[in-house]
């Protein structure tokens, strides 16, 4: 396991101390605010199988992947900016390796990731690895 | 005022989500089964499986005469003339495919279908992918503010060139009961088809298809305190003949030679290969369960839940229910509020509902919102279930404004 960026030693820290639905809650719309957001929603960086749009764009910073993503719903940006935390500025290597369900347990918001999940959160995993790999 | 289900003991699942802390809320997409369903499906499979209408041995006389025994439970409960006017299908949306390829043959292109503004995916597919097929023409009838089919529009586009009307008996992302009578009369003086999803109409009251001016009826068993797998089409013993056979296989056919065949008439025309026997005889215990209580009380009940629901929803400053609901169903937008954000909220806290467009998508479109939470309640439902659910909303609302 590569070691944690600065942004989700952060995140880590915060919700393995949060207790409850009502404080991870809580936390997740802070960190909705804290998200990378797409300049403009463009159609193309729609991802398809989410109830609510999310949209996911990609830099690379030399041989750093960095990504982008928004949506309207807030507890979506904030599980995006917990996603992103992890992802964001990772090699393509490290990205191939990164188990996205290890690093949302160890949240305690594995359940996010769930197939029946409306969210969509699987989808956007699988996008980000489409595209750091082009 | 407490409202206790007096049918909630007879539903297993209750204690199962007691334990898990589940507030179940979600009986529009799926209801929970009785015991009565479980111990018949537990007696079918324990006294040996067969296959029906096959075979003669003493387990398949049994299942075909349980199978067939199902099929005239169900022709008793929509009151229809025989058990022949009752095809099993696997569902609402089978039967429907099952219309749109079955009557195919009797459409020109230029054709008319009408349907309204408010289906279900499984009512508007099946008729588009028909129109595309044919070079038909599907018109879609708008609807008032209320959620209602407007009659006054309808009455301008049913015309001479309808040649099939296919309508929700009851929205389910609305509530809303639809004016089939007035409809059924519009298409039926056209000479035109009435096809009647009746998915979540079936389970609010008993209605007789032929009352309502259906020429055909559906209806999925899952939404009726019934297994998985099964429906029913019903159809008018007239309009059933007017069906080509669309599913090829076993047990539909009366001779088969290489290069030709001769099919039977409905239903069992229409029931190509082994059918889900268990299923269907899991709907025949439902349906006996359901006629063994007493209709008045079961009206009553999911009445004052109505009534509760309503004045709950009410009382929250910023909740707009979408249309008017007539039924313990209501799809609800909170102004400023995301749906997936109300939806986490309440999923945190343990509360079933469904969130999002309910296969619906072109009816949201026309209604300008991007989804909706939807609370649907059934017969086991109580006061509880809506005390935890605004305890639940309130809390949402509070973490979200
Ligand atoms: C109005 C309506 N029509 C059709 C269907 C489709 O039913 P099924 O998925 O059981 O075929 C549903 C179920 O969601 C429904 O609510």
Known sequence: MTAL??????????????????????????????????????????????????????????????FRAGSDSRILRGLLAVLLARANGLTDEELADLNVHDWLHQLGLERQLSASRGNGLRAVVERMKALSAI | MTLPSPWRADFPAFAAFENDGITYLDTAAT??????????????????????????????????QAFETARSKVATWLGAGSAQEIVFTRGTTEALNLLAYGLEAHFKPGDEIVISALEHH?????????????????????????????????????????????ISQLS????????????????HDQGAWVVVDGAQGVVHGRHRPQDLGADFYAFSG???????????LWGRPEALTALSPWQFGGEMVKAADYHQSEFHAPPMGFEAGTPPVAAAIGLGAALDWLSAQDEASLFGHEQALCIKLWAGLAAREGVRVLGEPQIALASIVVNGVHVADLSH?????????????????????????????RISLGIYSDSTDLERFFMALDNALELLR
């Open chain 1, 5 to 66: 960026t600065e942004e989700a030693q952060a995140a880590l820290d915060a919700f393995t101390t949060a207790n409850g639905w009502e404080a991870r809650s809580r936390l997740l719309l802070q960190w909705a605010t804290r998200l990378p957001d797409v300049e403009t929603r463009r159609d193309e960086d729609l991802v398809h199988g989410c109830e609510s749009q999310v949209w996911v764009t990609h830099q690379r910073d030399g041989n750093r992947n960095q």
């Open chain 2, 31 to 64: 209801a929970q089964k009785p015991q009565a369903v479980l111990d018949a499906l537990q007696a079918y499979y324990a006294q040996g499986a067969a296959n029906v209408h096959r075979a003669q041995h003493r387990p398949g006389e049994r299942a075909t």
């Open chain 2, 122 to 166: 499984a009512n508007l597919l099946p008729w588009q992918q028909l129109a595309l097929r044919r070079g038909l023409k599907l018109v879609v009838l708008p609807l008032t503010p209320s959620g209602h089919v407007d009659l006054a529009i309808a009455a301008e586009r049913i015309g001479p060139r309808t040649r099939l009307l296919a």
């Open chain 2, 172 to 187: 389910n992302v609305l509530g809303t009961w639809q004016p089939l009578a007035e409809l059924s009369q519009m298409a």
């Open chain 2, 222 to 232: 899952h939404k009726l305190y019934a297994p998985e797998a099964i429906g029913i």
């Open chain 2, 345 to 373: 909220m309440l999923g945190e806290q343990g509360i079933a509902v469904r969130a999002g467009n309910h296969c619906a998508m072109p009816l949201f479109k026309q209604l300008g919102e991007a989804g909706s939470l």
